[in-house]
């Protein structure tokens, strides 16, 4: 089992090894950071961050295109999944190539791509999601408690989906011996309309918990889930996403999260990500609920808020700025509201100013993957057309659509953005361009 020290100590270095660009430049200035790190068994075991990124902000609204050129969550874990898919891409295609990939083989009768053996994927976050899991007591005990929760699939009467005020839950025999009940952690994300909301009273009476809830803007509102919301439903669906799950033979599930050190609760993360699952029925088959372990490093990012407000004694600012950069030769990106920093708002609507993790070049290069695919099969499931759109390619995971689906039903509330934001299209002549 790798140590939670070892991962994040691997991404911190590797954030050291980055350029300056994009980093935090004031006193001030603080980030999140996340990065997926990939463990292998064979031929020896070893440890290699192939995600990392940073960012902590979030489109609102009014922003938001329906031309697939903008990335709507720079929150850092999910950029860090974002590149993640990227980097199963490049992998894809170093596999149809003819060329060694150290992840993925490929059956070409059954044209899926497969994890190679003894290959797991652990997310890293600098700080708990923002969300349910971030509500839990404030008490110096737990702050520095680096717990440790492994999951099984035998635990016997599984936690129902929780909607309860934190005062109960709190109050509850189990807990009065660890918990301090004067006040929460509190988080900026907003209970989504039509369900439980936030009664936003004194202390411990201000949230609820286990509520939907979404990412909070300057003014104007987001369609964003927190990213509590979002690592639930990655352990339902996998973290390959929705095009790429018609090309794996499985989903791809984290085996572990860990956190960096900050204030935090394994039992909240659990809460979260795990608990609130636990009741879903009528997945597909290859599909489940993943119970990743949960865990936290004893070692703090140098430009997590907590740190940057030691130093400074006082207010911190989020950095606009986000890094994405993923383990692939000579790739590297920074963006700033969703578009590649430093281009000018003349400029800003051009091909160039796209981040490439952005839908519509995301959909490209799946597109150039299954043009390669179809050169050797005449049996391919998926064709390329000028009229498919983002969101049609999507639904042809049929077996991922499903898994979401039985999703929905426990998350009826889930905001999910409008379709006609996904109905774009991407002409074939644009690929490999």
Not at 153 to 171: M, R, Y
Not at 270 to 285: G, Q
Request: hydrophobic share 35%; aromatic share 8%; proline share 5%.
């Amino acid at each position: 089992m790798n140590s939670p020290d070892e991962v994040s100590k691997l991404c911190y270095e590797r954030f050291k090894k980055l350029p300056k660009k994009g980093k935090p430049q004031g006193i001030r200035d603080w980030t999140l950071l996340a990065g997926i790190v990939m463990s292998k068994e064979y031929p020896k075991r070893s440890l290699k961050v192939v995600t990392l990124t940073t960012g902590t902000k979030c489109l609102g609204f009014s922003q938001l295109t329906d031309k697939g050129d903008v990335i709507f969550d720079s929150h850092a874990e999910v950029l860090a999944r974002r590149s993640f898919i990227k980097l199963l891409m490049h992998h894809m295609l170093l596999v149809l190539h003819k060329k060694d990939s150290e992840i993925l083989t490929y059956n070409e009768t059954e044209t899926k791509f497969s994890l190679k053996p003894g290959i797991a994927f652990h997310l890293f976050v600098s700080h708990v999601p923002c969300g349910d899991a971030a509500i839990f007591p404030k008490n110096s005990e737990d702050e520095e408690n680096s717990g440790e929760l492994v999951h099984s699939d035998s635990d016997e009467n599984p936690p129902k989906k929780l909607k309860l005020d934190i005062t109960n839950e709190l109050s509850s025999s189990k807990n009065k011996s660890s918990y301090g009940v004067h006040d929460i952690y509190r988080t900026g994300a907003k209970c989504v309309d039509g369900d439980v909301q936030d009664p936003k009273m004194p202390g411990k009476d201000f949230h609820v918990t286990g509520a939907l809830r979404t990412k909070p803007g300057r003014g104007d509102p987001t369609w964003s889930m927190s990213c509590s919301d979002k690592i639930a439903l990655w352990n339902v669906c996998g973290i390959q996403g929705a095009l790429l799950s018609s090309l794996l033979a499985a989903p791809i599930y984290l085996s572990s999260i860990i956190f960096g050190k900050c204030p935090f609760d394994a039992k909240a993360i659990e809460r979260a990500v795990i608990e609130r699952i636990s009741d879903m029925t009528s997945l597909p088959p290859q599909y489940c609920i993943n119970k990743p372990l949960i865990s936290q490093s004893t070692l703090k990012f140098e430009y997590s808020k907590e740190c940057i407000e030691d130093e400074v004694g006082g207010c911190s600012v989020a950095c606009p700025a986000s890094i994405i950069w993923c383990d692939i030769p000579g790739f590297l990106e920074v963006a700033v509201s969703g578009k590649k920093q430093g281009f000018t708002k003349k400029n800003i609507n051009k091909p160039s100013a796209r981040v490439s993790i952005c839908k519509s070049l995301l959909l490209e290069k799946f597109q150039e993957i299954i043009e390669v695919m179809s050169e050797n099969s005449t049996s391919m499931p998926i064709e390329v057309k000028d009229n498919y759109t983002y969101f049609d390619y999507k639904q042809m995971a049929k077996s991922y659509q499903e898994a979401k689906s039985a999703f929905w039903k426990i998350f009826s509330t889930w905001k999910w953005k409008p379709e006609k934001l996904q109905k774009f299209t991407v002409l074939r002549k644009q690929i490999n361009k």
